[in-house]
């Protein structure tokens, strides 16, 4: 029988600890699980050919514990994708850590951060440690109401990085600054490279013109993030967005800008940009929400496996596309029982896909059999306790509860101890 990896084993150590951290202390503790069965549909997705597929997706179990009146705070996620959908899941245009057209399962161990923070009149001062995300861009679409991932994810968020983040927030202003590893993860088990702790870093200001308005920039340079050794290209990342949500948490709209251009010593050699606009809303046990992206990919040579791109250090670039997807969702929360909660969904997305470059070796046409592809997701997620929080803001960086569900109705976490939910 296979070992299990070192960093499952390690994930779940963790996770059966936290509670026994609780026991005897003056502490809040929320934790959570979640998973989602799906059936995905393309047509085309390869060759002309339609590909119809099923996983089990996003099985997460979640944990955030406070103490010390929230002085001290630990959070965790533990992602069990690398055992149940190690092939990645059909996501027409993503690209990212050796797949493509397929999103990869994350790490086992997704996030692991421990924050200290003081409060002082209408501001605050943290310090984060542990593996999570830097401080640059959005929120992480797996804590977003879509099932399918936008194909900017690598372009707009940057995750599963050993962090060390500094953040000071003062009246309507938040400051960050973070470094980290560059490298990206090469598979669900891979560990940040200890020789690559803090080569790279990132920075964030963002805006809180009302409390439910963020406005965020952020600035990143990541060292060699496709070559684990070191030594690959470079990238310097911008991100914007604009965020508005309602007061009830029933709705909000992301409007949002990112690029990244790669480096090969001081020189650009190549530049993608993305935009992205979605918004999200509820009525009662109902909701409903519609994403459009327009998203620069490169596309790189392919192994055998043509969902899978060849090591960093021999990839050829065949060029850039210009994916264009408008997606609409429906979903619904059905009565909960023993805590639980099952939420159906349906996906549909129309998706254009177009060279960006001339001339240009990969020619959509040929590789898919249409520049225009069908996506339909049909799926549902039952989930217990805490709901999915906001993910990449720690500490004082945070803006919202975590009792905020995305697609039923809000629901308090599964709690120890008799204090106020902590804001992590």
């Keep these: 029988m296979t070992a299990l990896p070192r960093s499952f084993c390690m994930a779940l150590a963790i996770a059966s600890v936290i509670p026994g951290i609780a026991r005897g202390q003056h502490a809040q503790l929320e934790v959570g699980a979640q998973a989602t069965g799906l059936v995905?549909?393309?047509?085309?997705?390869?060759?002309?050919?339609?590909?119809?597929?099923?996983?089990?997706?996003?099985?997460?179990?979640?944990?955030q514990l406070g103490l010390w009146n929230s002085a001290l705070a630990l959070r965790g996620t533990v992602d069990f994708?690398?055992?149940?959908?190690?092939?990645?899941?059909?996501?027409?245009?993503?690209?990212?850590?050796g797949y493509i057209d397929r999103r990869h399962p994350h790490t086992y161990l997704h996030e692991l951060v421990a924050t200290a923070k003081r409060e002082f009149g209408?501001?605050?001062?943290?310090?984060?440690?542990?593996?999570?995300?830097?401080?640059?861009?959005?929120?992480?679409?797996?804590?977003?109401?879509?099932?399918?991932?936008?194909?900017?994810?690598?372009?707009?968020?940057?995750?599963?990085?050993a962090v060390g983040i500094g953040a000071v927030k003062a009246g309507r202003m938040i400051v960050e600054g973070g470094l980290f590893n560059g490298d990206e993860p090469e598979s669900a088990g891979d560990n940040p490279n200890?020789?690559?702790?803090?080569?790279?870093?990132?920075?964030?200001?963002?805006?809180l013109p009302f409390s439910q308005g963020e406005i965020q920039g952020s600035y990143a340079r990541v060292r060699s993030p496709e070559v684990g050794a070191g030594g690959g290209a470079d990238q310097r990342k911008q991100s914007a967005s604009i965020r508005l949500e309602d007061a009830q948490h029933s709705g909000y709209g992301l409007l949002e800008w990112a690029h990244t251009g790669e480096y090969a010593g001081g020189t650009k050699t190549l530049g993608l940009t993305s935009?992205?606009?979605e918004t999200w809303t509820k009525y009662e046990?109902?909701?409903?929400?519609?994403?459009?992206?327009?998203?620069?990919?490169?596309?790189?040579?392919?192994?055998?496996?043509?969902?899978?791109?060849?090591?960093?250090?021999?990839?050829?670039?065949?060029?850039?596309?210009?994916?264009?997807?408008?997606?609409?969702?429906?979903?619904?929360?059905?009565?909960?029982?023993?805590?639980l909660s099952l939420d159906p969904f349906a996906e549909v997305a129309r998706i254009h896909v177009a060279e960006n470059q001339t001339p240009a070796a990969f020619d959509p046409r040929q590789f898919y059999g249409s520049n225009r592809i069908w996506s339909l997701s049909l799926g549902a997620k039952l989930s217990f306790g805490m709901a999915h929080m906001r993910m990449g803001r720690y500490?004082?960086?945070?803006?919202?509860?975590?009792?905020?569900?995305?697609?039923?109705?809000?629901?308090?976490?599964?709690?120890?101890?008799?204090?106020?939910s902590p804001d992590l």
């Excluded at 055992?83 to 990645?88: E, H, N, P």
């Excluded at 501001?123 to 959005?138: D, E, I, Q």
């Excluded at 945070?398 to 008799?418: F, I, L, N, V």
Aim: without cysteine.
């Design 40 to 63: 995905a549909r393309e047509s085309p997705a390869i060759a002309g050919r339609d590909l119809t597929e099923g996983y089990l997706t996003q099985p997460l179990i979640m944990a």
């Design 81 to 97: 994708e690398g055992l149940t959908m190690k092939r990645g899941e059909l996501n027409a245009g993503i690209v990212g850590e």
């Design 122 to 161: 209408g501001g605050a001062v943290s310090l984060t440690a542990g593996k999570g995300f830097a401080p640059f861009g959005t929120d992480d679409p797996m804590s977003r109401p879509f099932e399918k991932y936008p194909i900017n994810h690598h372009l707009a968020q940057i995750l599963e990085r």
């Design 194 to 207: 200890r020789a690559r702790y803090w080569d790279s870093w990132s920075t964030r200001i963002t805006f």
């Design 275 to 277: 935009f992205l606009a």
């Design 285 to 339: 046990a109902v909701s409903g929400a519609i994403r459009l992206e327009r998203t620069e990919r490169p596309d790189e040579a392919r192994l055998p496996d043509p969902f899978r791109t060849a090591p960093a250090s021999s990839q050829a670039l065949l060029g850039r596309s210009l994916w264009t997807i408008l997606t609409v969702r429906l979903a619904a929360s059905l009565p909960t029982f023993a805590g």
């Design 395 to 420: 500490g004082a960086a945070s803006t919202e509860s975590s009792s905020m569900r995305m697609d039923g109705m809000d629901m308090p976490g599964m709690k120890m101890g008799g204090m106020d």
